[in-house]
């Protein structure tokens, strides 16, 4: 038996740990020992988006739709990829501005604008009150439930207990004890919770586990696992259509796409997520974590819910248990006593961690951005004269959760009754939903105005009004449901479910889709017909260019007129109590570099300072009216800021200016570095060379002087050996000066100075004056030249003697590398695609593979050169690739040791090296 | 009894005008083209002094020197290194490896003579 006197001790106990962990986190807090700076309890904490609406409603909704539960979830999944981007931006920025609420933001964004702030609030609290409602409904009825137990009665309808008797109504109390205790402990600047935070946590994962241990129970502890569920459910009459793809019951893609949409926009900006995300972050880095821990949080979180809405679909055929109870009712109707108790603790969980976390961000914007500004405002209550209003501000803070938890559950009196706990959550949804275009809007473009937010916001407000929050109101029999069905004073035009005759949307979708239009459409054209003040401009620029301001110099406050310190000083202590402020003043004075906080010039510095301290406390909107009234301001002109902006904008492009120049430095000292290099390597090829030359000149030198010597010395030489010596002086004067003729022409041709004379040549008649031309050498050592040059080939493009230069080389060499007597070469000319060829074919030595490249290289011979012959200078076959090639062709030789060498090259034909060689020829 | 002359140069034209001039002294000459001849030379022919010429195939005059030098038989020869390159490092490393002069191409024939037998102690 679970009596009430067992389930009440339980719930007490919860709480009672819940408050034991949020005071056990404000005490680490306070010692600087915080437990909630690392990213797993900030993703935690994120799981307060899990409400009681998640935790029973989406159940019911899974057995009425099927997979039309599922955008509520993907929303948010979708969008934590985009929160890298948007919600650090929002972070990075309510921390340098000490924003504390959504209200405050947008008003900030927008000059400050207590309007704004005020309307904001308005439709916060408007919009999110009933979602609060939700989760008392939700807490009662499943207490009234499992006090049944083991019976499933469900409560009757519409028979609602007296209020004294009411367990809503002193969980209500409850809930707001518990708020005030943590929420209004002192007054933070930042408006920060650590301890509460803490709590929230602990709670996602209470929530977490009992739906799990549902999930499984059903899963596997009444059926037998997933497929046997499924084959069930297949089977049966009422899940069989679920289980169709979309366009069925689960509604239409149109629908499904706008659930997503509003579950994107609702993780962003349902106040307790602005709460979590931006005003309790510690730190911005912790949301790379967040971006999948919390994605993985929810999908964990949505892993039975179709099994269990089935599950109890067969469990309780047709017995008339509502499917939004199924998660309490099966594990009662199979007496599972202690699983029924965790069940009801996660819901209860689910429901006190988004009312707590929803009031308190709502009573700071209640007090903030409504009370506030408007006593401040009251001459009569003399507010300027008090001298400490920290315990005013608590008060009123403190009043306002009450305020709003007791809305809450008058509007579950009222009107919870008529709707399934899934309606009322998407009505907030979309309320919430309206502050987008003006937010993300405001974060990216510095041109919107505040009249166009104001615009933007009302509009949507107001269609949301007409067709979601009246329409509910008539269901619930407020209105006369003639306002639903024919329209506001019997237009039909504007009939709430099908405004301007648009017919055939579901009620979320439809209202959705014309709050919007409404929404961006004012939000944007009224922001290009009007102008922004200067307070606007200031503002914009700041939230726009959050990631590019490093504060400092940069950070230019536009404000003129007179402060003291001793004024600005008094306002803080009368808000922040006195000890804080001067805390405050010190810190700011240690920043700024000034040794006593005396010493502080009242500069336009001093009084931002101020102003920020004073918006943690009390939002933007407020601290600007205070400030305004405690120094002397001169109001600025829009050319005055003009002139401030324009100076702060001319350091920004100089410093950027140096930044490039000094990068260009870099780039060019880089390059000088790498030309450097170059030439080093350039001049130590050069030494190399010189080396080379001078050797190879020196050697021929050697033989002429000393013979020249001997036959200076020897008068008596006889004939035969004075003729002997005569004739190596000249054969190493001819090598002497072919060797520097060869030097020259090579100089000429790598520095591109050589001079070319290109012309169609017909390349055999080439090769025939080149046969002709060292026909002698054959002879002399005996060795058969045989030529094959096939008739009608076409003529090439190239230098005439060049090309001769090159045959001549190839020739030679091959008639002093072959055997004498013994020697056979071949000239042969052949066409090939595009080009001809020619080879020049020997029965030499041949050349090692190792010595294919060397030969080609400037004064490298292959292999032993000590031979009979005159030596070769070493520098032929390198010149002649080098003329090949800037002809177009290439030059390249295939040899075995023992079996001959084949020099071989290729020319282009004509036509195909018109082109080419037209270009060569204008190089050089 | 004439001393020993090895003279090690792989162009041709040089080593027939050294022989000329070292055998018309009075010389007993043996020629070699490579350094690894020129090695086998030292052993089996004994010479008194080598004309070496730097760059030759096979086995450098460098690494010809080093190996004489290494061999306590052979301290007694003489050795003339010749060389068309007359870079500073590199006659400071011919020097080094053991030569006991380094003679740069083209050289005077007298100058070389001279020096041949200043070292044959003449």
Same mark, same amino acid.
């Given at each position: ?406 809305? *809450?559950? $008058?509007?579950?009196?009222? =009107? /919870?009754?008529?709707?399934? !706990?899934?309606?009322?959550? +998407?009505? &907030? #949804? %979309? ?20 009249? *166009?937010? $104001?615009?933007?916001?009302? =509009? /949507?407000?107001?269609?949301? !009004?007409?067709?979601?929050? +009246?329409? &509910? #109101? %008539? ?28 017919? /055939? ?12 239009? %409404? ?406 | ?122």
């Amino acid at each position: 038996m679970l009596h009430t006197w067992v389930i009440i001790p339980v719930s007490l106990a919860y709480l009672g740990v819940l408050f034991a962990i949020a005071y056990w986190g404000d005490q680490r807090a306070d010692r600087g020992r915080s437990i909630i700076a690392n990213p797993y309890i900030y993703s935690l904490s994120l799981g307060v988006y899990a409400t009681a609406w998640t935790f029973y409603g989406s159940v019911g909704r899974a057995a009425a739709d099927g997979v039309g539960f599922l955008p509520i979830y993907l929303g948010p999944t979708l969008m934590m990829a985009l929160w890298w981007l948007v919600i650090r931006k929002i972070i990075r920025i309510s921390k340098a501005n000490r924003i504390t609420s959504l209200a405050d933001f947008i008003s900030s964004r927008y000059g400050k604008s207590a309007l704004l702030a005020g309307l904001v609030t308005i439709i916060a609290v408007i919009g999110v009150v009933p979602y609060i409602a939700l989760q008392l409904k939700a807490i009662s009825h499943s207490f009234t439930i499992l006090a049944q137990y083991p019976d499933v009665v469900l409560p009757a309808q519409r028979v609602a207990p007296p209020v004294q008797a009411d367990t809503a109504f002193w969980l209500a109390l409850v809930l707001a004890t518990f708020t005030i205790l943590f929420g209004t402990r002192h007054l933070d600047a930042s408006e920060r919770h650590e301890g509460l935070v803490a709590a929230i946590a602990f709670e996602s994962l209470v929530k977490l586990v009992a739906f799990l241990a549902v999930g499984v129970f059903v899963t596997w502890g009444i059926y037998h696992g997933l497929p046997d569920i499924f084959e069930r459910a297949a089977a049966h009459a009422k899940l069989a259509p679920l289980l169709a793809p979309l366009g069925g019951p689960a509604g239409s893609y149109a629908s499904w796409a706008w659930l997503t949409v509003l579950s994107m926009l609702a993780i962003m900006f349902l106040p307790r997520q602005f709460q979590i995300a931006v005003v309790e972050n510690v730190n911005e880095n912790h949301l790379g974590k967040a971006i999948w821990l919390f994605p993985l949080y929810m999908l964990a979180m949505n892993l039975f819910v179709v099994p269990v809405a089935f599950g109890g679909v067969l469990h309780f055929s047709g017995a008339g248990v509502d499917p939004d109870t199924f998660v309490l009712t099966l594990p009662m109707a199979e007496k599972q006593e202690a699983l029924a108790l965790l069940v009801f603790l996660g819901g209860l969980s689910a429901a006190t961690g988004m009312v707590i976390v929803e009031t308190i961000a709502l009573s700071t914007m209640v007090c903030n951005d409504l009370v506030m500004p408007v006593l401040l405002r009251m001459k009569s209550m003399r507010l300027a004269e008090r001298r400490n209003l920290t315990g005013l501000l608590l008060g009123i803070r403190r009043g306002a959760i009450v305020a709003v938890v007791l809305l *809450g559950y $008058l509007y579950f009196r009222l =009107a /919870g009754e008529a709707y399934a !706990l899934v309606a009322i959550g +998407l009505i &907030s #949804f %979309a309320a919430v939903a309206q502050f987008a275009p003006a937010t993300i809007g405001g974060i990216y473009w510095k041109g919107a105005t505040r009249a *166009g937010a $104001l615009a933007g916001l009302a =509009a /949507g407000f107001v269609v949301w !009004l007409h067709t979601l929050l +009246l329409p &509910s #109101f %008539a269901k619930s029999g407020w209105l006369p449901i003639g306002y639903l069905q024919d329209g506001p004073f019997g237009i039909a035009l504007l009939r709430p479910y099908a405004l301007f005759g648009l017919e /055939g949307l579901n009620d979320i979708t439809h209202a959705m889709l014309w709050s919007m239009v %409404a929404n961006i459409g004012c939000y944007v054209a009224v922001s290009v017909l009007s102008r922004q003040s200067v307070a606007e401009q200031t503002q914009a620029a700041r939230f726009v260019d959050v990631f590019r301001r490093t504060g400092g110099a940069l950070d230019a406050h536009p404000w003129k007129g007179t402060a003291s310190l001793p004024d600005l000083k008094a306002l803080l202590a009368r808000f922040l109590g006195p000890e804080r402020a001067e805390a405050a003043v010190i810190d700011y004075a240690g920043r700024r570099g000034y040794g006593s906080p005396d010493d502080v010039p009242a500069d336009a510095g001093l009084v931002h300072f101020a102003e920020t301290e004073l918006a943690g406390a009390i939002g933007g909107a407020s601290a600007r009216i205070m400030v305004a009234s405690t120094v002397h301001e001169d109001a600025l002109s829009v050319d005055e800021v003009r002139t401030m902006l324009d100076e702060a904008s001319q350091v920004i492009a100089y410093s950027h200016e140096l930044t490039q120049k000094s990068q260009a430095l870099i780039a060019a000292t880089n390059e000088l570095r790498a030309a450097n290099e170059r030439l080093q390597e350039l001049d130590r090829l050069k030494d190399d060379f010189i080396s080379t030359v001078t050797h190879e000149l020196r050697t021929p030198l050697t033989s002429i002087r000393a013979f020249s010597e001997i036959l200076h010395d020897n008068p008596e030489l006889d004939a035969a050996e004075r003729e002997k010596f005569l004739t190596i002086v000249i054969q190493e004067s001819e090598r002497l000066t072919r060797l520097i003729n060869q030097v020259l022409d090579l100089a000429k041709l790598e520095s591109g100075r050589a001079e070319w004379q290109v012309a169609r040549i017909d390349l055999k008649a080439v090769i025939e004056d080149s046969i002709v031309t060292t026909g002698q050498l054959f002879r002399a050592r005996n060795v058969a030249l045989e030529s094959r040059l096939p008739a009608d080939l076409p003529f090439v493009h190239a230098d005439r003697d060049r090309v001769v230069q090159v045959l001549i080389n190839l020739l030679s060499n091959a008639a002093k590398f072959v055997l004498a007597d013994a020697g056979h070469v071949v000239v042969a000319l052949s066409r090939r695609p595009g080009a001809l060829r020619v080879d020049v074919i020997d029965n030499g030595p041949g050349i090692a593979a190792a010595d294919q490249q060397v030969i080609f290289e400037k004064f490298r011979q292959a292999g032993d050169t000590m031979t009979e012959k005159p030596r070769g200078t070493g520098l032929g076959l390198p010149i002649s690739r080098q003329i090949i090639e800037h002809l177009g062709g290439r030059l390249w030789v295939t040899s075995r040791p023992g079996k001959g060498a084949t020099f071989s090259f290729e020319l282009p034909v004509a036509d195909a090296a018109a082109v080419a060689a037209a270009a060569a020829t204008h190089r050089t | 009894m004439g001393k020993k002359i090895l003279i090690a140069d792989d162009e041709p034209n040089i080593v027939v005008s050294l022989e000329f001039l070292m055998k018309q002294k009075g010389y007993e000459v043996r020629v070699v083209n490579d350094g690894e001849a020129a090695l086998a030379a030292v052993g089996d022919f004994g010479p008194d002094l080598i004309l070496l010429d730097v760059m030759m195939p096979r086995v450098s005059g460098y690494d010809v020197c080093q190996k004489i030098r290494e061999n306590p038989a052979w301290q007694g020869i003489r050795i003339i290194m010749l060389s068309a390159k007359g870079r500073d490092i590199e006659v400071t490393r011919g020097m080094a490896v053991g030569a006991d002069a380094y003679v740069t191409k083209p050289f005077s024939t007298k100058d070389l003579i001279d020096k041949v037998r200043t070292m044959l102690g003449e």
